[in-house]
Every structure is written in structure tokens, then in C-alpha cells.
């Protein structure tokens, strides 16, 4: 089972497969053979406690990556309650010397957990990356297929929104496959809006 990996100098964190989206260009489709986050071993057979999950980070030299990234083949925050404790336990140990932590997420985690998290977040996580991928409603759920429908994109803006004021970096994404000028200009107008900043990413075909 492989719980954390090492990619680009950064430690990835894989907590679990949950995903409440199945996006039309997501690597987990198997669209990219060949790449790291199609490899048999990311995929879990079972979910690792947090002891495991430790127990897997101190088994590496911690502090030696640029970045810890909690992004596996699954929505990370479905597993939040643990990821922030795995955070705490880093931070008690290491202080100043841990390196930055960031969330790959797709922007539900309040809508996943039932609550608001952003303020959990305050002090622990470094960057937040999320998923914005499409400049309306209607475009997301067609690209995304969230399984609560249009309420994931508003979920998704307002996660974005409130998270700023918590984490010191907030970055929206969007991959330029089949993206018009004008709607990545839309998108760029959403992100600014929100108070963050948007990344546009390259589309990676098999």
C-alpha cells in the first residue's frame, strides 16, 4: 500500500480513493498510462489509519522535501479530520523545519464534511490548489460530474473565498484543453473576484 510517494522533490500524501467527481480529463481515468498517478500501487485497497499514515512520513527524511502534498488518487479532504491531525502531529514534531504543506483538492471540503472548514485550516496549511476548471456552472458539472450537481461549483466558490482569509496561498486551476481565450479570461475574472489567483495547466494525453 502506498501511502506517501515522492514526486518532483515534493512527498505526496495518498489517503484515500473517495471522490464525489469523476472529471472527464482526471489522470485516475487511466488517460495518461504510463504516468505516476496511474501506477497500480496508488490505488488502495483500504484506507491507512493515521498511525500508518505517520508512521509512513517519519520513515522518510521529512524535512528534506521542497513540499508535502496531500493529492492521491482520491479527494484528500474526504479524509480531513485526518489530514489535519497527520499536520499537527508533523508541525509538534519538526516546527519551523517542516516544509510547506499544500491541499490538492477539488473544492468540496465543506460541502464533503458537512460544515465549514476553512477556519481549521488556519495555521496548518500553506497552499490550497483547487480544481476550477470551467467558467459556469453548467460547464463544470459537465466537465466534473459532481454527484451533488451544480450546488459543487457554488460550494466550490465559496470554499475558495473563505479559505483565503486562512491559508496564505489560494490558487485556482483550470486546464486549457478545449478552453476558449475568453473563457479563460472568465475564469481569471472568477479567481480575482474570490481574492485568489488562477494557474492555467497543460492537458496531459496518453
Known amino acids: ?73 482520491g479527494e484528500p479532504t474526504y479524509r480531513l479530520d485526518d489530514l489535519l491531525w497527520l499536520v499537527d502531529q508533523l508541525k509538534e514534531r519538526f516546527g519551523a523545519a517542516l516544509p510547506p504543506v499544500r491541499i490538492n483538492t477539488n473544492g468540496h471540503a465543506s460541502l464533503i464534511n ?26 463544470y458539472v459537465a466537465l466534473c460530474h459532481p454527484v451533488q450537481g451544480e450546488a459543487a461549483w457554488q460550494a466550490m466558490l465559496d470554499f475558495a473565498r473563505e479559505s483565503a482569509a486562512h491559508v496564505p496561498h489560494v490558487v485556482m486551476t483550470i486546464v486549457d484543453k478545449d478552453k476558449t481565450p475568453e473563457e479563460i479570461k472568465t475564469c481569471r475574472q472568477i479567481a480575482e473576484e474570490l481574492g485568489v489567483t488562477l494557474r492555467v495547466r497543460s492537458f496531459i494525453d496518453s
Open 1 to 73: 500500500m502506498t501511502i506517501t510517494y515522492e514526486y518532483e522533490g515534493a512527498l505526496y500524501v495518498n489517503l484515500t480513493n473517495r471522490c464525489n467527481c469523476a472529471c472527464e480529463f482526471c489522470l485516475r481515468q487511466g488517460q495518461a498510462q504510463g504516468s505516476i498517478y496511474t501506477e497500480d500501487s496508488l490505488w488502495l485497497d483500504r484506507e491507512p489509519s493515521r498511525e500508518e499514515a505517520l508512521d509512513s512520513f517519519l520513515s522518510r527524511d521529512v524535512c528534506s522535501y521542497r513540499e508535502i502534498v496531500f493529492c492521491g488518487y
Open 114 to 139: 458537512g460544515r465549514d472548514v476553512c477556519s481549521e485550516l488556519h495555521g496548518r496549511i500553506d497552499t490550497l490548489s483547487i480544481s476550477l476548471n470551467a467558467s459556469n456552472a453548467a460547464d
